[in-house]
């Protein structure tokens, strides 16, 4: 439903709602804790809360004029998107939508349809952003900071604190992105905020291979430094990697393989998350600081990758996307010659 130059920001508002989503249950957690000996099941009775608001909310969930076209409503469909769009000049984009509609109709298993030569693209995109979005090593940080932060001599206090620290930084840090994303593009923000992360990354390794060891602890200049690089790769994740891992997704699947998609993109991000969880602990005890030099490394390779094999998507409707990928430099010698 949003306009195609504002379709960036109003994506990522989902990354924002998440990640505050993240941050209040933290601190939810963390008071009730102190409430004993019920205070867990208050925890558990306050979730009702967002679930009652969801489910009210979708009572009064809106049609959207691409679901109504879809179902042959197009009358409705039109006079919505003319509702939405504040006018009545909308015949190229409906009959965008009218088209869209009618191939997505067509195409009755999108799940084998996706793995065709013409979608190969989005096929490779659906895999390696929600991939690289957690080989970042952000959720290791996130799940893992109350362990990062007592192995380097915080206390049990000062852990979750910086942990929380890190959590409300993530969540702020997703109005840059919003603010930036349609101006200056995706393609600027992810290699931006990889190079930062890198650098973090880097650092954070430097300072813990140097002055941290088994018989020493960081001084507490060096543990608050940490903790700033720390929160500064938070930052360049949260306005790079961290909303555009779903907003590219999002926006280039057409209509008649968005659903295969969108579901590919969500589980393999569910898949890298559940196994990134399971060996980061075997990887900290393996690798100590080398666990940010790995993490870096595999920042680095997909910064390249977006650098050479993802095109510009900014202020392109989704309906035409198709001709972007025509016109890359490498894609159009993968897609067959008449993918338009």
Not at 45 to 58: D, F, V
Not at 108 to 117: A, H, M, S, V
Not at 147 to 163: I, T
Not at 208 to 235: A, M, R
Request: glycine letters at 8%; proline letters at 4%.
């Amino acid at each position: 439903m949003a306009p195609t130059h504002l379709r960036g920001g109003m994506n990522m508002m989902f990354q924002v709602a998440t990640t505050f989503g993240i941050f209040t249950a933290n601190m939810v957690n963390y008071g009730t804790q102190k409430i004993k000996p019920w205070g867990w099941r208050l925890s558990l009775g306050l979730a009702a809360i967002p679930a009652l608001l969801m489910t009210i909310g979708g009572i009064f969930l809106p049609e959207t004029p691409n679901s109504l076209i879809e179902r042959g409503s197009n009358e409705r469909g039109r006079k919505l998107l003319e509702k939405i769009r504040g006018t009545s000049e909308v015949d190229a984009e409906f009959q965008d939508m009218v088209e869209a509609s009618e191939l997505a109709n067509s195409i009755k298993d999108p799940y084998r349809n996706i793995l065709k030569r013409r979608y190969r693209p989005e096929l490779v995109m659906a895999i390696v952003m929600p991939t690289s979005q957690i080989l970042t090593g952000i959720n290791s940080i996130l799940f893992y900071a109350p362990v990062l932060f007592q192995s380097m001599g915080f206390g049990g206090d000062a852990s979750l604190y910086s942990s929380a620290l890190t959590g409300g930084v993530l969540a702020c840090s997703s109005f840059i992105s919003i603010a930036t994303v349609d101006k200056l593009g995706r393609r600027v923000l992810l290699i931006s905020g990889g190079i930062q992360m890198i650098t973090c990354q880097i650092i954070v390794a430097i300072i813990l291979g140097v002055k941290f060891g088994d018989n020493q602890e960081l001084s507490k200049s060096y543990s608050l430094l940490v903790v700033v690089v720390v929160c500064l790769f938070v930052v360049a994740f949260g306005w790079s990697w961290g909303p555009l891992g779903w907003t590219v997704p999002s926006e280039i699947f057409p209509l008649e393989i968005r659903s295969a998609g969108q579901s590919i993109t969500v589980a393999v991000n569910l898949l890298f998350t559940f196994i990134i969880a399971q060996a980061f602990l075997a990887l900290l005890c393996a690798f100590k600081f080398g666990i940010f030099l790995f993490f870096a490394g595999w920042i680095s390779l997909m910064t390249i990758f977006v650098f050479l094999f993802l095109p510009e998507t900014k202020g392109i409707p989704i309906e035409e996307m198709a001709f972007m990928w025509k016109k890359h430099w490498f894609w159009k010698l993968i897609l067959p010659e008449n993918t338009l």
